[in-house]
C-alpha cells in the first residue's frame, strides 16, 4: 500500500473519533428514552472552552476535563427540562443547540486564532512497526486508542452486562422496569448526563487534537453535532453500527480534504456534502416502514419481493420504543 | 388549561394563577438577563453598559428604528410561516435553508428577466412570486420525505438548510460569479429600478412593511377562523384520531409545510430586494432560526408572535453596537437563547404547580 493510501485510512481512524464519542453518547442517552438534540451546540461550546482552558492552565487534561463538564451541565439542562418539566424534548435541544452555538462564538471571540497547545502522537511501540496495520491503527494520539476500547466497552455493557440490558427495558418498556423496582426517571437522569459528558469531550477531542486550534466560524465544526445525531439514527441504537457511521463519515470528511488541496471546489460545499448522504441513509434506514413502499411490494412477484424485502429488513432501524416520551408512574 | 371554569371558587383560583403565571413570565426574563449579564462579566464587559449600548443601537435615532422594523419584516414572516408547521405538530427547522432558497429564486428570476425591458413593478412581482415558489419547494421536500421515505423532519430539515447553503455558494462562486473575480460577497447587484425604495432618510421600504402586516393578519385569521385552521389544529393534536375522522392528513402535512415555505421565501425576496440587492452566501440572515425561537417564546400564538418579533429584531439590530465595545455580535443569539430556555422552562413550572393547585 503507498503511503498516501495509508495516511488517509490513519486520517480516517483519527477523524472519527470525536464523532464516535458523541454518537455512542447520544446511544446511551437515547436508549433510555431521552433525545438530546443539543449535541450540535454543545460540541462547539466544549471545543471553545477546551481550548481556552488548555491554553490558560497549559493543562490538556483541564481541557477535557472543562468539556466533559460543560456536556454534563447542557444534558443536565435536557434532562430537567425533560423529564422533570416534561417539556418537549426537541424544543429544549434545538435551544441549546442555537444558544451554546452562539455562546461559544461569542465568549470564544477573543481566543480566535490564538496558537494553543494540543495533544502530540504517541505511537505503539512493537505494533507501530506492524506494516500496513502499524501505521493506520497505532501512529496515533492516545485518544484514538481509547476510542477502540470505548467502542468495544460500549457494546460489551449494553448486551452484556446487567445495568446495560436494564438500559435496554427503560428504553423500550419502561412501565415493565418500573414494576421490577427500577426507578426509571433515575436512570434516565444518570444517563442523559453521562452521555453528556461524553459528547462534552467531543468538543475538545477537536480543538486540542483532531481539528487543532479555535477559529469561530471557520473552525468548520458547526455541523457535525447533528451528524454524530443522524449516524445515531442509521446506526439503529446499536454501537458497533454507529461506529461503522462514524467511520464512514470520517472516510468522507478525508475525501473533502483530499479534494480540496487538489480542485478549486470552494471549502463550503465540500463542507456541505455529508448532508444529502445524511439524508440518503436516514431515507434508506426508514424506507421499509413506508406505506407505499409496503403496498408495492405486495404487488411484486414473490422473488424480487423476497430479496428486496430482505434488504429493506437489513437497513431498517428502530428506535427505542419509548423515545421521547415522558415517563409517568400509574 | 384553558378550561372555563365558572363557580366563583375556582375565578379566584385562576386570578391568583394569572399573577403567578405573570410572576413566572417576568421570572424567566429576569434570569435570562441575570445569566447573560453573568456572560458578559465573563466576557470582560459591563453588562448595564453593554445593554445600554444594545438599547442606543436599536432606537436612537430615525435610522436605526427604521432598521429595527426593517429586520422586523422577516422575522414576522418567518415566525408567521412557523405558526402553520407548529400548529399541524410539525418541526420545520428546515426554514432557514427555505429562506435561502427563496433569495435564489428572487435573485435568479431578476437575472432572467433583466434585459427584458418589461416595467420594473412586474419584474419585481414575477421574482416575488419565484421566491414564494422558491421556499414552497424545499419545504415540500421534508414534508414529501417524511410521509413516503420515513425521514423525521427535523434531519430532513437540517440537511437541507446546509445543501441550501452550498447551493448559494455554488451559485456565488459559479454560475452567477461577478465578472472577473468570484468572492464571498456575493453574486452582482441587481438593477436599481429592482430595488425597493426607502423612505427618506431610512432603510425601510413601506410595502414590506404593509407585506409583513397582510402576512401576520393571514395566519391569524387562518389559524383562528377557518375550518383549515381547525382541522390543523386537530391534527396536531393527535394525526392519527385525525385521519380517523375523515381528515386528510397527509395533504394538510404537506400544505402546512407548503404555505410556511411561502413565507419563507416571501421573506427571502424581501431580504433581496430591501436589504442585500444580491445573493449573499448567509442569505437567510439567521431569520429562520430566530422565527423559530420567536415562535417557541409565545407559545404559537399568532399575535403575541409579532410583538416578540420586534424585541427580537431590536435585539438583533442594537447588537451591532456593541463592537465599540470590543464585543462581537452574538449576544443577541445568547439573550435570545436564554430568554426562550427560561421561558419554555417556567411553562414546565407553571403545568406542575397546575396539576399541585
Known amino acids: ?330 | 388549561m384553558t378550561v372555563q371554569e365558572k363557580s366563583p371558587q375556582t375565578t379566584s383560583l385562576r386570578s391568583r394563577i394569572n399573577w403567578l403565571d405573570l410572576g413566572l413570565r417576568v421570572g424567566a426574563v429576569i434570569m435570562a438577563l441575570l445569566i447573560t449579564s453573568l456572560i458578559l462579566l465573563v466576557a470582560n464587559a459591563q453588562p448595564l453598559k453593554a445593554y445600554w449600548n444594545i438599547v442606543l443601537g436599536a432606537f436612537s435615532s430615525t435610522q436605526k428604528v427604521s432598521a429595527v422594523i426593517a429586520s422586523w419584516v422577516p422575522l414576522v414572516l418567518t415566525t408567521s410561516g412557523l405558526l402553520f408547521t407548529f400548529t399541524a405538530g410539525l418541526w420545520n427547522i428546515g426554514m432557514e435553508g427555505q429562506v435561502v432558497v427563496g433569495s435564489v429564486f428572487c435573485v435568479g428570476a431578476f437575472r432572467f428577466l433583466d434585459q427584458t425591458g418589461l416595467d420594473p413593478w412586474i419584474v419585481i412581482t414575477i421574482a416575488f412570486l419565484a421566491g414564494a415558489l422558491g421556499g414552497f419547494l424545499w419545504a415540500i421536500l421534508p414534508g414529501v420525505m417524511r410521509i413516503y421515505g420515513g425521514v423525521n423532519e427535523i434531519f430532513g430539515g437540517l440537511g437541507l438548510n446546509f445543501v441550501a447553503k452550498a447551493l448559494a455558494i455554488w451559485l456565488i462562486f459559479g454560475p452567477w460569479k461577478r465578472p472577473g473575480v468570484a468572492s464571498m460577497s456575493g453574486t452582482e447587484w441587481i438593477d436599481p429600478q429592482f430595488r425597493l425604495t426607502y423612505l427618506p432618510g431610512t432603510s425601510l421600504s413601506p410595502v414590506i412593511v404593509v407585506i409583513a402586516l397582510i402576512g401576520a393578519i393571514f395566519v391569524a385569521l387562518m389559524l383562528k377562523g377557518t375550518h383549515f385552521g381547525l382541522r390543523l389544529k386537530a391534527i396536531g393534536k393527535n394525526d392519527r384520531a385525525a385521519h380517523l375522522l375523515g381528515i386528510p392528513t397527509t395533504r394538510y402535512f404537506l400544505l402546512a409545510f407548503g404555505i410556511c415555505g411561502i413565507f419563507a421565501g416571501v421573506a427571502g425576496s424581501i431580504l433581496v430586494t430591501s436589504k442585500q440587492f444580491s445573493l449573499i452566501p448567509d442569505a437567510g440572515f439567521g431569520y429562520g432560526f430566530l422565527g423559530l425561537l420567536v415562535a417557541m417564546l409565545v407559545n404559537y400564538h399568532p399575535i403575541l408572535s409579532s410583538i416578540v418579533a420586534f424585541f427580537f429584531a431590536a435585539l438583533s439590530v442594537g447588537n451591532v453596537e456593541l463592537q465599540y465595545m470590543g464585543l462581537n455580535s452574538y449576544l443577541a443569539g445568547v439573550l435570545q437563547g436564554f430568554l426562550v430556555l427560561f421561558v419554555v422552562m417556567t411553562n414546565g413550572v407553571r403545568q406542575r404547580l397546575y396539576k399541585k393547585g
Request: aromatic content about 12%; proline content about 5%; some cysteine.
Open chain 1, 1 to 330: 500500500m503507498d503511503n498516501t493510501t495509508l495516511t488517509t485510512l490513519a486520517g480516517i481512524m483519527e477523524y472519527a473519533v470525536p464523532i464516535l464519542f458523541a454518537a455512542i453518547g447520544e446511544n446511551f442517552i437515547e436508549k433510555s428514552g431521552i433525545t438530546n438534540l443539543s449535541v450540535n451546540g454543545t460540541i462547539l461550546l466544549t471545543a471553545m472552552a477546551g481550548f481556552v482552558v488548555a491554553l490558560n492552565t497549559s493543562s490538556l487534561l483541564l481541557g477535557f476535563l472543562i468539556g466533559a463538564l460543560i456536556g454534563m451541565a447542557v444534558a443536565a439542562v435536557v434532562a430537567f427540562s425533560s423529564i422533570t418539566l416534561k417539556q418537549s424534548q426537541v424544543a429544549i435541544g434545538f435551544i441549546l443547540a442555537t444558544l451554546c452555538r452562539d455562546l461559544a462564538y461569542f465568549l470564544g471571540a477573543p481566543y480566535n486564532n490564538k496558537p494553543g497547545i494540543f495533544l502530540t502522537k504517541t505511537p505503539i511501540d512493537f505494533l507501530v512497526d506492524i506494516p500496513v496495520i502499524g501505521p493506520i491503527f497505532f501512529n496515533h494520539h492516545v485518544l484514538v486508542y481509547a476510542s477502540y476500547l470505548f467502542i468495544i466497552l460500549a457494546y460489551v455493557y449494553l448486551y452484556k452486562t446487567r445495568p446495560g440490558l436494564q438500559l435496554q427495558g427503560i428504553g423500550e418498556r419502561p412501565a415493565a422496569a418500573y414494576n421490577r423496582g427500577v426507578n426509571v426517571n433515575f436512570q434516565r437522569y444518570m444517563y442523559t448526563l453521562v452521555g453528556g459528558a461524553l459528547i462534552g469531550l467531543a468538543g475538545p477531542m477537536y480543538s486540542l487534537a483532531v481539528k487543532i486550534g479555535w477559529s469561530g466560524q471557520l473552525s468548520g465544526l458547526d455541523g457535525v453535532g447533528w451528524i454524530a445525531l443522524a449516524i445515531t439514527i442509521f446506526g439503529g441504537w446499536h454501537p458497533l453500527r454507529v461506529a461503522f457511521g462514524a467511520y464512514f463519515f470520517a472516510g468522507l470528511q478525508q475525501l473533502g480534504i483530499t479534494l480540496q488541496s487538489n480542485t478549486n471546489i470552494p471549502i463550503q460545499i465540500l463542507q456541505a456534502a455529508p448532508f444529502p448522504l445524511m439524508i440518503f441513509t436516514l431515507l434508506l434506514v426508514n424506507i421499509g416502514r413506508a406505506e407505499w413502499v409496503e403496498r408495492e411490494l405486495a404487488a411484486m412477484p414473490e422473488k424480487p419481493r423476497l430479496i428486496v424485502s430482505k434488504i429493506l429488513r437489513m437497513l431498517r432501524t428502530s428506535p427505542p420504543a419509548s423515545l421521547g416520551i415522558p415517563f409517568e408512574r400509574e
